[in-house]
């Protein structure tokens, strides 16, 4: 697939399912993430890969964390939450690991997402499905701490791979809408 090509078809797959990923193909797509511009290349991208019972894992911290903020949602919202990772055979938490000093924390954040861009980019190119999911698990300290992350960490994907089984549309947009011109 040509790179201008991929860019402008890529779409997030509305339905995923097994297989997931191959380990070889796992590699390319984290190492596709390495490539992403990189301000006083502090390297701040740290890689969670999640499969088989792993998820469940995740799937309990986020409906344990949903309930200490939520004491009376329901059971059902509940078994909702906890179904979340098993949405897809693998997950990929991105996140950074911010270096105190000259560089802004803003832009090792956006080194990491434009990480994640290069992932979903090479995971297109590879006819892998994915989605680009965060939600509030995301910013909470212990979730960060049961997937080996440090509190102070910034998940910034949790990135969902597998089989399509329903693809997303590649929705038409205009660069007009976009263009802001200079006066």
Not at 65 to 93: F, W, Y
Request: positive net charge; glycine residues 8%.
């Amino acid at each position: 697939m040509e790179l201008i090509e991929g860019l402008h078809s890529r779409a997030s797959a509305l339905k995923l399912s097994a297989p997931g990923p191959t380990s070889e193909q796992l590699k390319t797509i984290m190492s596709a993430a390495l490539r992403a511009p990189d301000h006083g290349r502090l390297k701040p991208w740290r890689f969670v890969v999640l499969e088989g019972d792993a998820r469940a894992k995740l799937g309990e911290a986020m409906a344990q964390m949903l309930h200490k903020k939520a004491p009376h949602c329901s059971d059902a919202q509940l078994d909702a939450e906890r179904g979340k990772p098993m949405r897809a055979p693998t997950i990929i938490v991105v996140a950074a690991r911010i270096m105190k000093g000259k560089i802004p924390e803003i832009e090792q954040i956006a080194s990491v997402a434009a990480g994640v861009q290069n992932m979903f980019l090479a995971a297109h190119a590879l006819g892998i499905g994915a989605m680009w999911k965060t939600g509030g698990a995301a910013y909470e300290a212990e979730v960060k701490t049961r997937l080996g992350l440090q509190p102070e960490d910034h998940i910034v994907a949790f990135l969902y791979l597998g089989t399509i089984v329903t693809p997303g549309t590649v929705v038409p947009i205009s660069l007009d809408t976009a263009l802001i011109q200079a006066k």
